[in-house]
Protein backbone atom coordinates (compact mmCIF):
# COMPACT_ATOMS: atom_id res chain seq x y z
CA UNK A 1 0.00 0.00 0.00
CA UNK A 2 1.62 3.28 -1.28
CA UNK A 3 1.11 5.93 0.61
CA UNK A 4 0.89 10.01 -0.20
CA UNK A 5 0.81 12.84 2.25
CA UNK A 6 -0.90 16.52 2.07
CA UNK A 7 1.02 19.01 0.57
CA UNK A 8 0.18 21.21 3.75
CA UNK A 9 -0.78 24.18 1.91
CA UNK A 10 -0.61 28.06 3.32
CA UNK A 11 -2.80 28.67 6.02
CA UNK A 12 -5.11 31.56 5.85
CA UNK A 13 -5.93 30.57 2.18
CA UNK A 14 -9.08 31.50 0.93
CA UNK A 15 -11.07 28.63 0.12
CA UNK A 16 -11.37 27.89 -3.81
CA UNK A 17 -14.89 28.10 -4.85
CA UNK A 18 -16.62 24.77 -6.71
CA UNK A 19 -19.68 24.13 -7.76
CA UNK A 20 -20.19 20.05 -8.55
CA UNK A 21 -22.76 17.31 -8.98
CA UNK A 22 -24.04 15.96 -5.41
CA UNK A 23 -24.21 11.87 -5.61
CA UNK A 24 -25.64 11.77 -1.99
CA UNK A 25 -29.73 11.71 -2.61
CA UNK A 26 -29.96 12.33 1.31
CA UNK A 27 -28.18 15.20 1.52
CA UNK A 28 -30.31 17.94 -0.93
CA UNK A 29 -29.49 19.81 -3.87
CA UNK A 30 -28.17 17.74 -6.74
CA UNK A 31 -25.54 20.56 -7.13
CA UNK A 32 -23.42 22.31 -4.54
CA UNK A 33 -21.44 25.54 -4.11
CA UNK A 34 -18.96 26.72 -1.81
CA UNK A 35 -21.96 29.62 -1.53
CA UNK A 36 -24.25 27.63 0.17
CA UNK A 37 -22.39 27.67 2.78
CA UNK A 38 -22.36 31.10 3.92
CA UNK A 39 -24.22 30.58 7.41
CA UNK A 40 -22.06 27.95 8.85
CA UNK A 41 -19.44 28.95 11.20
CA UNK A 42 -17.10 26.92 9.77
CA UNK A 43 -16.47 24.27 6.77
CA UNK A 44 -14.61 21.29 6.46
CA UNK A 45 -13.90 19.99 2.83
CA UNK A 46 -12.81 16.29 2.40
CA UNK A 47 -11.33 14.57 -0.02
CA UNK A 48 -11.97 11.24 0.11
CA UNK A 49 -12.99 7.78 -2.04
CA UNK A 50 -15.39 4.58 -2.04
CA UNK A 51 -12.22 2.22 -2.07
CA UNK A 52 -9.21 3.37 -0.74
CA UNK A 53 -8.36 1.62 2.74
CA UNK A 54 -7.00 4.62 4.57
CA UNK A 55 -10.48 6.01 4.30
CA UNK A 56 -12.06 2.93 5.06
CA UNK A 57 -10.36 2.74 7.88
CA UNK A 58 -12.17 6.26 9.12
CA UNK A 59 -15.32 5.86 7.63
CA UNK A 60 -17.43 5.43 10.60
CA UNK A 61 -15.75 7.92 12.48
CA UNK A 62 -15.92 10.57 9.64
CA UNK A 63 -19.66 10.14 10.00
CA UNK A 64 -20.02 10.23 13.51
CA UNK A 65 -17.96 13.47 12.69
CA UNK A 66 -20.39 14.99 11.11
CA UNK A 67 -23.17 14.10 13.18
CA UNK A 68 -21.53 15.84 15.96
CA UNK A 69 -20.65 18.99 14.55
CA UNK A 70 -24.04 19.69 13.27
CA UNK A 71 -24.55 21.85 10.57
CA UNK A 72 -25.41 25.16 12.03
CA UNK A 73 -21.81 24.92 13.15
CA UNK A 74 -20.07 23.49 10.64
CA UNK A 75 -20.65 21.95 7.54
CA UNK A 76 -18.94 19.03 6.04
CA UNK A 77 -18.71 18.38 2.24
CA UNK A 78 -17.06 15.33 0.52
CA UNK A 79 -15.74 15.26 -2.24
CA UNK A 80 -14.51 12.24 -4.65
CA UNK A 81 -11.81 13.39 -7.77
CA UNK A 82 -11.26 10.17 -9.20
CA UNK A 83 -10.55 8.80 -12.55
CA UNK A 84 -13.73 6.62 -12.54
CA UNK A 85 -12.62 5.44 -15.91
CA UNK A 86 -9.99 3.19 -14.92
CA UNK A 87 -11.38 3.07 -10.61
CA UNK A 88 -14.66 2.30 -11.68
CA UNK A 89 -15.73 1.82 -8.42
CA UNK A 90 -15.20 5.63 -7.77
CA UNK A 91 -18.14 6.38 -10.57
CA UNK A 92 -20.96 8.56 -9.31
CA UNK A 93 -23.28 5.37 -9.03
CA UNK A 94 -20.54 3.45 -6.67
CA UNK A 95 -20.57 7.44 -5.03
CA UNK A 96 -24.30 7.48 -4.25
CA UNK A 97 -24.74 3.51 -3.12
CA UNK A 98 -21.43 3.94 -0.41
CA UNK A 99 -23.56 7.14 0.93
CA UNK A 100 -26.40 5.61 1.26
CA UNK A 101 -24.72 2.32 2.57
CA UNK A 102 -22.78 3.93 5.31
CA UNK A 103 -25.75 6.74 6.50
CA UNK A 104 -23.61 9.98 4.72
CA UNK A 105 -25.50 13.15 6.48
CA UNK A 106 -23.18 14.94 3.99
CA UNK A 107 -23.38 15.89 0.21
CA UNK A 108 -20.45 13.37 -1.57
CA UNK A 109 -19.81 15.41 -4.61
CA UNK A 110 -18.32 14.40 -7.79
CA UNK A 111 -15.14 16.69 -9.40
CA UNK A 112 -15.12 14.69 -12.78
CA UNK A 113 -12.41 17.07 -14.63
CA UNK A 114 -10.37 16.91 -11.04
CA UNK A 115 -10.29 20.70 -11.08
CA UNK A 116 -11.18 21.46 -7.56
CA UNK A 117 -8.87 18.68 -6.34
CA UNK A 118 -6.47 20.39 -7.75
CA UNK A 119 -7.74 24.08 -6.84
CA UNK A 120 -7.43 22.71 -3.34
CA UNK A 121 -3.69 21.36 -3.94
CA UNK A 122 -6.07 17.75 -2.64
CA UNK A 123 -2.78 15.15 -2.76
CA UNK A 124 -4.44 12.31 -0.76
CA UNK A 125 -7.69 10.14 -0.16
CA UNK A 126 -8.41 11.37 3.04
CA UNK A 127 -7.13 14.93 2.62
CA UNK A 128 -8.74 17.62 5.12
CA UNK A 129 -9.42 21.50 4.88
CA UNK A 130 -10.79 23.22 7.55
CA UNK A 131 -12.23 26.77 7.04
CA UNK A 132 -13.28 29.57 9.16
CA UNK A 133 -16.16 31.35 9.13
CA UNK A 134 -14.38 34.00 6.32
CA UNK A 135 -12.88 30.33 4.61
CA UNK A 136 -9.99 30.63 5.36
CA UNK A 137 -8.02 27.82 5.77
CA UNK A 138 -6.78 27.20 9.18
CA UNK A 139 -6.42 23.53 9.21
CA UNK A 140 -4.99 21.05 7.10
CA UNK A 141 -3.97 17.45 8.43
CA UNK A 142 -4.81 13.91 9.32
CA UNK A 143 -7.63 12.90 10.91
CA UNK A 144 -5.71 11.73 13.86
CA UNK A 145 -2.93 9.45 13.74
CA UNK A 146 -4.26 5.93 13.38
CA UNK A 147 -3.71 4.03 10.14
CA UNK A 148 -4.83 0.68 8.39
CA UNK A 149 -3.27 -1.96 10.51
CA UNK A 150 -2.40 -0.01 13.55
CA UNK A 151 -3.06 -0.45 16.78
CA UNK A 152 -4.18 3.28 17.16
CA UNK A 153 -8.12 3.80 18.08
CA UNK A 154 -9.38 5.82 15.48
CA UNK A 155 -11.04 9.12 17.35
CA UNK A 156 -10.53 11.90 14.94
CA UNK A 157 -8.84 13.75 17.80
CA UNK A 158 -6.86 16.19 15.24
CA UNK A 159 -9.36 16.94 13.47
CA UNK A 160 -11.78 17.28 16.33
CA UNK A 161 -9.35 19.74 18.31
CA UNK A 162 -9.16 22.04 15.33
CA UNK A 163 -12.90 22.36 14.77
CA UNK A 164 -13.10 22.73 18.29
CA UNK A 165 -11.06 26.13 18.53
CA UNK A 166 -12.20 26.87 15.36
CA UNK A 167 -15.97 27.28 16.60
CA UNK A 168 -14.73 28.99 19.74
CA UNK A 169 -13.00 31.07 18.12
CA UNK A 170 -9.59 30.14 19.58
CA UNK A 171 -6.39 29.95 17.60
CA UNK A 172 -5.12 26.87 15.73
CA UNK A 173 -1.84 25.66 16.34
CA UNK A 174 0.44 26.18 13.02
CA UNK A 175 2.29 23.04 13.33
CA UNK A 176 -0.45 20.28 11.90
CA UNK A 177 0.67 16.81 11.00
CA UNK A 178 -0.19 15.92 7.34
CA UNK A 179 -2.63 13.48 6.40
CA UNK A 180 -1.79 10.08 4.70
CA UNK A 181 -3.54 8.34 2.55
CA UNK A 182 -3.39 6.65 -1.18
CA UNK A 183 -3.12 9.17 -4.11
CA UNK A 184 -5.91 10.89 -5.81
CA UNK A 185 -6.18 9.32 -8.84
CA UNK A 186 -5.46 11.25 -12.04
CA UNK A 187 -6.44 10.83 -15.26
CA UNK A 188 -3.98 10.14 -17.97
CA UNK A 189 -1.79 9.02 -14.94
CA UNK A 190 -0.41 12.80 -14.51
CA UNK A 191 0.07 14.06 -11.20
CA UNK A 192 -0.28 17.64 -10.90
CA UNK A 193 2.53 20.15 -10.70
CA UNK A 194 2.48 20.94 -7.38
CA UNK A 195 3.31 17.55 -6.19
CA UNK A 196 6.95 17.85 -6.95
CA UNK A 197 6.78 21.62 -5.31
Known sequence: ???????MGSLGSPAPTFSLP?????????????????????????????????VIHIREALVQFAKDYSPGRLALVAISANDADNYPDDSPGKMSEEAIRHSFSFPYLYDEDQSVAK?????????????????RLVYRGQFDASRPKSHEPVTGVDLR????????GS????EQIPSIGCNIKWKDGGAPDYFSV
Open 161 to 168: NAADAVLA
Open 171 to 174: AIAD
Open 22 to 54: NTNPAAGEKMVSLSDYTSSSALLVAFICNHCPY
Open 1 to 7: MVSTAST
Open 119 to 135: AYRATCTPDFFLFDSER
